[in-house]
């Protein structure tokens, strides 16, 4: 497989740089600090082709390939790992499921506004006792007349005060276990549908993350995305997506963090020296530089298995669980390396370290993803 970069991905990349240096960078120790999305910064995102990147011109997106997305969600991710879960949870969950299962008649009327970036996006899916075992959703959708009505909650969902498109998935026959789980698109203007609480984070504190209520809410027949029953296949099958951006996302922390790390090495100076001519931490910069750089081909290649058509389950599995570990773990040593520097704000590197974990725990925990993995050893 060819990792090099064409002139349009190399184009691509350089524009998620430096909008995320101009744009993001000035205020994201402020926006962490105060649990506030820069709505204005993401919107530009929008203008600029980004959050529609991997879609065709005729739903709204820009027409470009997936690694280009996937290289974006990295490169915003190095500066503001918040910005960056706020824009894959748009394009690869919301926009991923809408695309991939719902009709053209769908896709046009809500696809334009969630990928030109006037509306956030969210996946609605996990509940209190819906976490990893998904199929234990609850929220039902009953069908009357011309509507369904929703009641349920839904937690833990990324962009959830600010969106204004939801993908949710409800039971619309609860004897039938995950084949009678359905897909929605909710808009949140629908009666009945309102915002709950929404949460005090350690990490990616700027994305906004909270409950769904639906309490009756009506739901147009025609929102039901293909038929009733398909809901969970369309779940997994979104989540497969949406696992290469959180890999993307990890991958962009821990990127973010060595480079801060490697920086420091050069500039600080103790016992005489700067630090990176002390074997142990040189070899130690050697050591994450091969974790990341290892992690990444994992990611561009379920990038590149996504985008040419190939079963993307399990490498997107694996790249998720290299990726975000190479966060944690990097950010982590990053941390130590910058010594008590590493533990104050202003250095990033303490923000990156609260910001990679959550990357192991959502889209699948990492035990999901070993279960992926392991289960395509032994089927
Ligand atoms: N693609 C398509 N279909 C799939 C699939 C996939 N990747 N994985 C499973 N399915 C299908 C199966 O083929 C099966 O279909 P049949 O019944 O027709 O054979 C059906 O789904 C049930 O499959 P399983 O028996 O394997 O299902 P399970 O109940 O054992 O669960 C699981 C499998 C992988 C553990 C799944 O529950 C899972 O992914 N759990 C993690 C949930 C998760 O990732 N949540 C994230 C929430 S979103 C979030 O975090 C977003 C955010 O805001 C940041």
Redesign the pocket.
Known sequence: MDFTLSKEQEMIKKMARDFAEKELKPMVIDNDENSSFPIEAYKKMGELGLIGLPYPKEFGGSGGDYLSYIIAVEEISKVDASVG?AYS?TTS?CSGGIFNSASDEQKKKYLPDVLSGKKFGS?G??EPNA?????GVVTIAEKKGDYYILNGSKC???NGPLSETFLVFASTDKSKG??GLSAFIVEKSFPGFSIGKIENKCGIRSAQ?SELIFKDCKVPAENLIGEEGKG??IA??T??G?RIG?AAQGLGIAEGAFEIAKQYMKERIQFGKPLYKNQYLAFKMAELQLEIEQAKYLLYKAAIDKQEGRSY?VPAAKAKLACTDAAMHVTVEAAQMLGGNGYMREYNVERMMRDAKITQI???TNE?QK??ISGSLFR
């Open positions: 879960i949870v969950l996946f899916l996990t976490g990893s075992d998904a199929a833990f969902i990324t995950t084949k993350v969970f296949g997994m099958k989540l497969d949406g959180v389950t959502y889209e699948g999901i279960l992926i």
